[in-house]
Each structure stands twice: as structure tokens, then as C-alpha cells.
């Protein structure tokens, strides 16, 4: 059997390096950071860890909200996904990862897009709306 994604990735060590490393390069974009001025990021972190380990075939379970809940009344736009994937995309060549594993990564994520985005717009760097629930923080 072919190796699954996530052993191609390097496994649960490379993923959280890569999910902190990234996590710090949205921080620093003003294109996006606006959107988790209410964000605990201890529990952001531990979720992009679960769910990418969890969907490129890692021994994970990934608890959060879904996609829709999660960025729902957050006021993304098209061009504020876009700067996402760009700071995805930066971080997965800092890291050296191949043209195949980084296809097949956006593969995955891609169709969340519809459930992410809800203004058809490509300006970036919108406010997060006052309607936005952010999740608890986590707990322990
Ligand atoms: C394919 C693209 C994306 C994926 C896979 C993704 C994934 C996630 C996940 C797993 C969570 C955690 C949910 C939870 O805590 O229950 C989350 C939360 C969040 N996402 Fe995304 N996201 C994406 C795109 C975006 C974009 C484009 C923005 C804004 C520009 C964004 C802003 C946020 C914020 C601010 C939170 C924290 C919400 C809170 O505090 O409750 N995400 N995302």
C-alpha cells in the first residue's frame, strides 16, 4: 500500500512544526490577523494539528467545530482565503515539501473554501465582525 499523506509529510512531528510555523506567519499578515483578535491560539493550534493529521490519514481525531460553524459571521473574504494559502504555500516550501505532498495537501483543504468564505470580495484585511462567537479556549 502506498504511503498515506501524512506519513509522506513526515508524521505528527513535522506536521505540528509546520502548523506552529504557519500559525506564526498568519500572525504577522496583516492581510488576516485582524480575523483572531478574539482566537485562543493554544486551542487553534492544537485543531490544525488534529484535523491535518486526521485527513491526510494520521492516527489523530480531530474535535473541533466544523468548518462552516467555525468561520461563521467572521466576514472572510475570497482574498483573505487567498492570503491564507499563500502563507500556507510559503510555509510548506520553508519547510522543503514537495510539489506532490503540497498538491495534495490543497487538494484537501481547497473544497473548504465554499464553507469558509463569505463575502465575494478580494479585498483583504477586513475587521473580525462584533457578531463573531469565538470557540472557549482550552481547557487544561
Ligand atoms: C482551508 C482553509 C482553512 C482551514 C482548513 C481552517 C481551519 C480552521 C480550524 C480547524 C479552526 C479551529 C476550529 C475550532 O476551534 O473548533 C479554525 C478556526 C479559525 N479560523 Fe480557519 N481555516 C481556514 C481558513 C481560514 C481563513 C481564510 C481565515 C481568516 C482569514 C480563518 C480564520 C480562522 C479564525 C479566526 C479561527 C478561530 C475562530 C475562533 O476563535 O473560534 N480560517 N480554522
Known sequence: MADSLYDRLG??????????????????????NLKFARTDLARLTKML??????????????????MKEAHASMGVTNG???ALVEDLVATLNQFNVGKAEQDDLLGLL???????????????????????????????
Open 80 to 82: 483573505e482565503f487567498d
Open 110 to 140: 481547497g473544497p473548504m473554501k465554499s464553507e469558509i468564505v463569505e463575502v465575494t470580495s478580494k479585498e483583504v484585511g477586513t475587521p473580525l465582525p462584533d457578531a463573531f462567537q469565538a470557540a472557549p479556549a482550552m481547557r487544561n
Open 11 to 32: 508524521g505528527i512531528d513535522a506536521i505540528t512544526a509546520v502548523v506552529g510555523s504557519f500559525r506564526d506567519r498568519v500572525a504577522g499578515d496583516d492581510r488576516i
Open 49 to 66: 494539528i488534529d484535523q491535518v493529521c486526521e485527513a491526510t490519514g494520521g492516527p489523530c481525531r480531530y474535535t473541533g467545530r466544523s
